[in-house]
């Protein structure tokens, strides 16, 4: 693809495009029409969470062919993997995302892979000063045994060499910085007896009453949080016997569980697991409580990593907003957010389809086909690698450090 499809879309200020920007436009000249068809095999593939094991395979063999160092089944997660250029200097770690949901790519994450991709061969091509790692993180959507995988990564000390972390994610609209909820689920399963309904219920143990009994005492607790924690459950049955004139033996309720404070819903986790326990002993049940996904915490913005990623916008003519701020309520969950309390994370969101297209939709699909996505896909990675070689140039690593110590 020529790069002159992509001229209107290098609007540096003069400063910074010689820079940069003439730098990144010829690398991507060279790279993007393999990045376009990455994207679209992943696309193609729609992998779900812990079971990307060809999309992991296309991302780590493109990195390997571009000068990457990839060490696969990374943290023992098969479908993880770690890609190191071994360059010194500057570490820079970006994030790659490639679960799909059951309807397809509806959240875009081959787009994220791509920009992961894209970003890595760039910057690998334009400064030998930059140690650029890229992190494939399995299952963001919460799917299988490394459901939230960035949880248990950050938890693993796997970010502690980085300088810092970028990740991006498909929207509608430009954007720095993110708010989320912290979130989590657990599977409570409940272990009975099984008996005849009719001839013999007193033999029998009902693990369908008491789930449905314990779901009347999590449904309660609502009352107990005060209204500035934001609290949301969500409850279903999964489990609930298998015929009507037998007393059930197997029940099991998923709860999850969000707010807008993570210390609140450690807490409020504790209150479901006393609860559940207290029923199911009442009950004469065994009870088994499996954490479906990790607890996914709040978002830590990283103030000084998010307005160099805006005013790269900006010099792009770009007029980006600063998710981080305001007063606008959260309504997303990420295992990034953890990402973020372990070291410096700076985000960026691109825009796909229309103002106001509903995530996880089959519309939201539609609009992350690469075909229809590559100008937002291409300047992501124009913004993400011109912002971290003018991190790099201009020594600014001290600023984002000492805005992730104090907290901003």
Request: aromatic letters at 8%; charged letters at 20%.
């Amino acid at each position: 693809m020529s790069s002159g499809v992509f001229k209107t879309y290098l609007k540096y200020p003069l400063y910074i495009y010689h820079l940069v920007g003439m730098d990144i436009d010829k690398a991507l000249e060279k790279i993007f029409p393999g990045i376009l068809d990455l994207s679209k095999e992943i696309y193609g593939l729609a992998e779900p969470g812990s079971e990307e094991i060809e999309s992991s395979r296309l991302l780590s063999e493109y990195l390997s062919e571009n000068g990457f160092k990839v060490e696969k089944n990374y943290k023992e997660m098969k479908t993880a993997f770690r890609a190191d250029n071994g360059h010194k200097g500057l570490r820079v770690g970006l994030l790659a995302e490639y679960d799909a949901l059951p309807n397809g790519h509806s959240c875009g994450h081959n787009l994220i892979a791509a920009w992961a991709a894209g970003t890595a061969a760039s910057l690998n091509m334009l400064d030998k000063g930059i140690n650029v790692q890229v992190f494939g993180t399995p299952s963001e959507e919460g799917n299988g045994p490394y459901a939230g995988s960035k949880c248990m990564l950050a938890d693993m000390g796997a970010f502690k060499g980085v300088d810092f972390v970028i990740g991006v994610h498909p929207d509608d609209r430009w954007g720095v910085g993110g708010k989320t909820l912290a979130d989590t689920t657990l599977e409570l399963k409940f272990r009975g007896r099984s008996a005849h309904g009719a001839d013999s219920p007193e033999k029998g143990i009902n693990a369908l009453d008491a789930a449905v009994a314990a779901y009347g005492v999590i449904n309660s607790l609502r009352g107990w949080a005060k209204l500035d924690k934001h609290l949301v459950v969500g409850m279903i049955f999964t489990e609930a016997g298998k015929a009507t004139n037998v007393v059930p033996d197997k029940a099991t309720l998923q709860v999850e569980f969000r707010s807008t404070s993570t210390e609140f819903l450690a807490e409020f986790e504790n209150k479901v697991r006393e609860a559940a326990n207290g029923v199911a002993s009442a009950y004469g049940a065994d009870l088994i409580i499996d954490q479906a996904t990790p607890l996914y915490k709040t978002y830590v913005n990283n103030s000084a990593l998010d307005s160099i990623l805006k005013e790269t916008l900006s010099s792009m003519g770009i007029d980006a907003s600063d998710n981080g701020s305001g007063n606008e309520f959260p309504s997303g969950s990420t295992d990034e957010a953890n990402v973020s309390w372990v070291v410096p994370t700076g985000h960026l969101d691109f825009p796909i389809g229309y103002t106001g297209i509903p995530g996880h939709s089959d519309e939201f699909r539609e609009a992350a086909n690469p075909d229809n996505a590559k100008y937002s896909l291409y300047k992501a990675i124009q913004v993400a690698a011109g912002a971290i070689l003018q991190i790099s140039r201009e020594n600014k690593i001290g600023q984002i450090r000492n805005c992730f110590k104090s907290g901003e």
